[in-house]
């Protein structure tokens, strides 16, 4: 996404206008998806869950993310979609990729039949085998539903991981 420069700045002032705990479940969040889990922050960063609840409640308050599920506040969403990406863009590449790689390890437990989640969170994270693992298994269950041009899709993008890695 192209974001004009002045948003960009608007956006990156809000978000380091939040506390410190805050700022880095927005990350996390961030790097997750438009949509994320209050478990999934909990846990990358390692918060007990009164802190992390905390952290989203500042972020909440200040309009950058409302709770989209009904069971309590554990599923939110960021207000528009150029917060995430605009702080896509403060993030140094390794600490993305850091990040995706914790996500993934979390959404394992969490959520270990979200075989494409899991495939993008391996392959942003670099982690080819993990990637091409769950690539495979995505298309083995997008086959088995008949799904075939998503399942041809999956074992395309698992070859090409392991070309890329035989280069």
């Known amino acids: 996404i192209a974001i004009p420069h002045n948003v960009r700045v608007a956006i990156q002032s809000r ?21 994320f889990e209050l478990e999934v922050v909990r846990q990358v960063r390692q918060l007990y869950e009164d802190s992390a ?19 309590g506040g554990r599923r939110y ?14 993030l ?14 979390v959404l394992e437990t969490l959520q ?10 391996y392959s942003a994270a670099s ?3 993990h990637a091409v693992r769950y690539l495979v298994l995505a298309g083995d269950r997008a086959y088995a539903l008949y799904a075939l041009p998503e ?12 070309r890329a890695a035989q280069r």
């Open 15 to 35: 978000v380091r206008a939040m506390p410190p705990a805050t700022q880095q479940a927005l990350q996390v969040a961030a790097v997750r998806g438009a949509e």
């Open 53 to 71: 609840a905390d952290a989203l409640e500042a972020a909440e308050r200040a309009e950058i993310v409302r709770p989209v599920s009904e069971d």
């Open 77 to 90: 969403a960021f207000t528009h979609s150029l917060i995430p990406a605009a702080m896509l863009e403060d």
């Open 92 to 105: 140094r590449a390794a600490d993305k990729r850091r990040l995706h790689a914790r996500i993934a390890a």
């Open 112 to 121: 270990p039949e979200a075989f494409e989640t899991l495939a993008y969170h």
């Open 127 to 129: 982690e080819r085998e």
């Open 151 to 162: 399942a041809i899709d999956n074992y395309n993008a698992a070859l090409e991981l392991q």
